[in-house]
């Protein structure tokens, strides 16, 4: 709920503070006296857009306050939550507009954006009039309010939901044909491939022991002979031998040498076990270097297979085991895909079902509640002196969506027989005012706690009518908070709290002021708005009979 309105270099605004109460509020004033100031700066201070030109002429900045009751459990608490901003019982909106264009926002003395303002504004303030494009004029919102009016809160949870897995389902399935048919766009080279490598088989590390082992049987017809020479000279008729030899004299000779050959003999000894490793390592490479010539060829043949098959696929040839792994993967996944992908298509259409039960009971409940609103404002445009009016809600067919096929529009036709149309498009603006009001009405029964702002919506009327449309708007605020801009005499009449704004000029400046009104002062202002700039004393009459109801 509004409490108050602090407004300074606005405009013609110098300087104004305003206290709201809950109830009927009206603000009354003659043409130009800057009524529509106040709406403006209201607009801006919740992030509204509208008009650049606000700083007052001389000043550096134009600034808004604006404060809030907040109840617990107020949408208001969530936006603050989500925006990380500070909450409690009051909020307090604070907004400057530079000369040179520049705004600057806080809620509750924390910097804000523009975007947190009209999210907190969607929860605190209506605005509607004849010229409302954010509200009951604004037919993208029309289905939106028919579903808050029906309480569909949880059908379009579950049609949500119902969407989110009908999208997920068709997403997977459409993933998977996209798949199979990229794969079975190959399967002739797949299947050829999967075949070649199958048969050449290669295994990880093959490639580079090939490699190694053709090396050295190609070097070894080359060095195989020094090596048998070697190895030769170290056996027994060579080395081994004379080693031998010389170890037996020694041996003969030690008993007389009183251990002088002791040492001598110890490192002979060593010297025959390495030459018997050594002979022994010569043997094993002449084992190696010995090789039938086919296997030369047939090694070279098997390296070169495997060098060009790695080429042909342009993979490393160590890869290529891997490499026909993930074709076979593929193609196991074709064989297996047409199955696979029967039970993706079940799946769309379980899901299908499951969206199309959802979204059919939810368009079952707009239809219903289509029909009682329908009815209801019917009902509220009689004492309106619209009883020949007609107000339908129309609902048409539109492409499937997370909320359902329906879209809604509210139509009306201002006698029987004539073309129905859009709200604002029809209407003339007093009817289009008894429209609005009317639906308001109706759309707001068992609410509480709102703040509702009717800019001159009694343009137009006048006499019963207009005692019919301050009526409704008392009933409206009974429940909780109305501002309403009014010419009407008869809704002024009609308000809790009464505030006159007017326009003064001092030292060639304009100036707008709103001041509270006594009762007399009451008086005084709904006797000039029955007679006009000559107040007489019928006028006063008048007005004294209008203010006592």
């Known amino acids: 709920m509004l409490r108050g309105l602090d407004i300074s270099d606005m405009l013609i605004i110098d300087r104004l503070e305003l206290g709201f109460q809950p109830g009927l509020n009206v603000l009354t004033g003659e043409t130009g006296a800057g009524k529509s100031i106040l709406l403006d700066s209201l607009g801006f201070v919740l992030g509204w857009r509208g008009r650049a030109d606000l700083v007052r002429q001389g000043a550096e ?19 603050l939550e989500e925006a990380g901003l ?86 997977a399935a459409q993933k998977a044909a996209a798949e199979r048919d990229a794969i079975a766009a190959e399967e002739e080279f797949l299947r050829h491939a999967v075949a070649e490598l199958d048969k050449l088989d290669p295994q990880e590390g093959e490639e580079a022991t090939l490699d190694t082992k053709r090396r050295l049987m190609q070097g070894a017809e080359k060095i195989r002979a020094d090596v048998v020479n070697a190895y030769e000279i170290m056996g027994q008729n060579g080395a081994e031998q004379q080693l031998g030899d010389a170890l037996r004299w020694l041996d003969g000779a030690a008993a007389r040498a009183e251990g002088a050959l002791e040492a001598p003999m110890a490192a002979l000894n060593r010297a025959m076990v390495e030459l018997d490793e050594a002979m022994s390592g010569v043997a094993d490479a002449i084992d190696q270097m010995s090789f039938n010539p086919l296997e030369l060829e047939e090694t070279e043949e098997r390296l070169f297979a495997i060098r060009a098959l790695a080429r042909k696929h342009d993979v490393a040839p160590d890869d290529l085991a891997g490499f026909a792994g993930t074709l076979r993967a593929k193609l196991d ?18 899901a299908q079902a499951g969206y199309d039960g959802a979204a059919d009971a939810l368009s079952a409940a707009r239809a219903k509640a ?33 909320e359902g096929r329906d879209t809604v529009s509210f139509t009306v036709a201002t006698n029987p027989g004539a073309p129905a149309g859009p709200l604002g498009k029809i209407a003339s603006g007093g009817e289009l005012s008894r429209f609005l009001l009317a639906l308001k009405v109706c759309l707001t029964q068992g609410q509480s706690g709102l703040t509702l702002i009717f800019d001159e919506i009694d343009r137009g009327v006048g006499g019963a009518t207009a005692d019919a449309v301050g009526r409704r708007l008392s009933a409206l605020a009974a429940e909780g908070q109305v501002l309403v801009v009014t010419h009407s005499p008869q809704v002024a009449a009609l308000g809790a709290h009464h505030w006159r704004v007017a326009k003064a000029v001092s030292k060639g400046m304009t100036t707008s002021t709103v001041v509270p009104l006594s ?15 000559q107040v007489t004393d019928a006028a006063r009459a008048a007005a004294e009979a209008l203010l006592a109801g």
């Open 86 to 171: 500070p909450a409690g019982d009051e909020l307090i909106l604070r907004r400057i507009n530079s000369s040179d264009g520049r705004k600057t926002a806080w809620v509750n003395d924390r910097r804000c954006s523009g975007e947190v303002l009209r999210a907190l504004s969607d929860t605190l303030v209506e605005l509607h009039g004849q010229h409302d494009d954010r509200g009951l004029l604004n037919p993208r919102g029309h289905r939106s309010i028919l579903d808050d009016f029906a309480g569909n809160g949880d059908a379009i949870t579950r049609t949500r939901r119902a969407w989110s897995a009908l999208s997920a389902a068709r997403k």
């Open 519 to 533: 009762p007399p002062e009451r008086v005084d202002e709904v006797a000039r708005m029955l007679s006009g700039d």
């Open 333 to 350: 996944a074709l064989d297996a895909g047409e199955a696979a992908q029967a039970e993706l298509e079940q799946a769309v259409r379980e």
């Open 61 to 79: 900045q134009g600034e808004v306050t604006a404060w809030f009751d907040l109840p617990p459990g107020h949408p208001a608490h969530a936006v």
């Open 370 to 402: 289509a029909r009682k609103l329908d009815k209801a404002v019917t009902a509220e445009l009689a004492p309106l002196k619209m009883e020949r009016a007609v107000f339908e809600t129309r609902i048409e067919a539109e492409d499937p969506g997370p």
